[in-house]
């Protein structure tokens, strides 16, 4: 899944060609689908084996090296998935996101594994496919998350609320109105669309230059825009 992530960046960093005139943002969201693949199958085989050992039963084999080595693992992925977690905040990566909330499904793992161990080694071998249940538990509420965040910038869900668009539109003293705001991609690369009502007396260079005023004032306000189009038009009657 780290590879996955890391070819997504790659690709999504590059900038808009040709062919990609809105960019390669939407590769990071496909990288986050791929580590969603991953975490799927995850849970189906740790599903199948919890089920295998309540049928079959069984002990599993307990080493204190082992016990060792999960602790460990457990100290590093803490580390891991608060430093991810920040930068992902701080950078608005839907990748790095959805990276920490694996590594943070690991942790939870770790955790419970650690757990089925001391019982087994106590002598209580059903807490191994009892935690192998509550592991399944966290690594599908990871998923849950992953693919909630992704289908909402597939889905083309909206990115800055209208009235907060609206509000700095109409800051502008020569516009009249707005409609028809649409705002969609990621959180920190988004494109605007809008409807800008001016006066049908005013020249077209003078209504072009407010609407590139318009556009300046969103961009300073939402730096996550990528780019904002106008459409230029007379109010409706009655609705200026």
């Known amino acids: 899944s780290n590879v996955v992530g890391l070819i997504g960046i790659s690709v999504a960093r590059r900038p808009p060609d040709a062919r990609h005139p809105y960019g390669h943002r939407k590769y ?15 849970l189906v085989e740790v599903l199948a084996a919890a089920a295998d050992r309540f049928v079959n039963g069984g002990t599993p084999r307990v080493f204190p090296e082992g016990i060792g080595l999960m602790a460990l693992t457990l100290i590093v992925n803490l580390w891991v998935v608060a430093y991810e977690m920040r930068e992902g905040r701080r950078l608005k990566s839907e990748v790095l996101r959805a990276d920490a909330k694996h590594t943070r499904s690991d942790v939870l793992t770790t955790g419970a594994v650690l757990g089925a161990l001391m019982g087994v080694w106590w002598g209580y071998p059903l807490l191994d496919p009892m935690a192998a249940l509550l592991v399944a538990g966290f690594i599908g509420h990871a998923c849950w998350g992953i693919a909630q965040e992704a289908s909402r910038i597939l889905g083309d869900e909206i990115v800055i609320p209208e009235a907060e668009v609206r509000e700095v539109v109409q800051e502008v003293p020569e516009v009249l109105g707005c409609e028809k705001i649409r705002t969609r991609g990621s959180a920190d690369y988004a494109f605007l669309d809008l409807h800008l009502w001016l006066n049908a007396s005013i020249s077209l260079e003078h209504a072009h230059a407010t609407s590139h005023i318009v556009k300046d004032r969103l961009m300073t306000k939402f730096p996550q825009l990528a780019d904002v189009v106008i459409h230029i038009e007379p109010p409706p009657k009655g609705k200026a």
Do not use: K, W
């Open 28 to 42: 990071e969201t496909m990288a986050s689908l791929g580590i969603l693949v991953f975490l799927v199958v995850v």
